[in-house]
């Protein structure tokens, strides 16, 4: 069984930062890419950003320069520091990552979700 935990969400005025974090446990042996989407109300699910195992990062336009996503290999986990938050960075924050065990081979794994709400 493989988990993805996210955690760090909750209420920021625009103009704040929030830190997000993920933690994959479980049967892993392997993670490969780890990233972040985020769906709004009445709307579906985009990509955020994500980080390659040798950490190269890539990030969706609307966020470019305001958030930055790292991960530390050793605890497998994934995260996304939000900087200057605006009211449309309002959403849900998942977590996403590709983990190898020899029992399942690759499997893409999601987490529960985060909220994070920007105030005006």
């Known amino acids: 069984q493989v988990q993805l935990v996210e955690s760090g969400g909750g209420l920021v005025q625009a103009g704040g930062s929030l830190r997000l974090s993920c933690v994959a446990s479980g049967s892993i042996f392997k993670i490969n890419a780890m990233g972040w989407y985020r769906q709004a109300p009445g709307k579906q699910r985009e990509w955020v950003a994500t980080?390659?195992?040798?950490?190269?990062?890539n990030y969706a336009d609307s966020v470019k320069g305001r958030f930055s996503i790292s991960r530390d290999n050793t605890k497998n986990t994934v995260y996304l520091q939000t900087n200057n938050v605006k009211p449309e960075d309002t959403a849900v924050y998942y977590c996403?990552?590709?983990?190898?065990?020899?029992?399942?081979?690759?499997?893409?794994?999601w987490g529960q979700g985060t909220q994070v709400t920007v105030s005006s």
């Open positions: 996403n990552a590709d983990t190898y065990h020899i029992s399942t081979g690759w499997r893409e794994r």
């Open positions: 980080i390659t195992s040798g950490g190269s990062t």
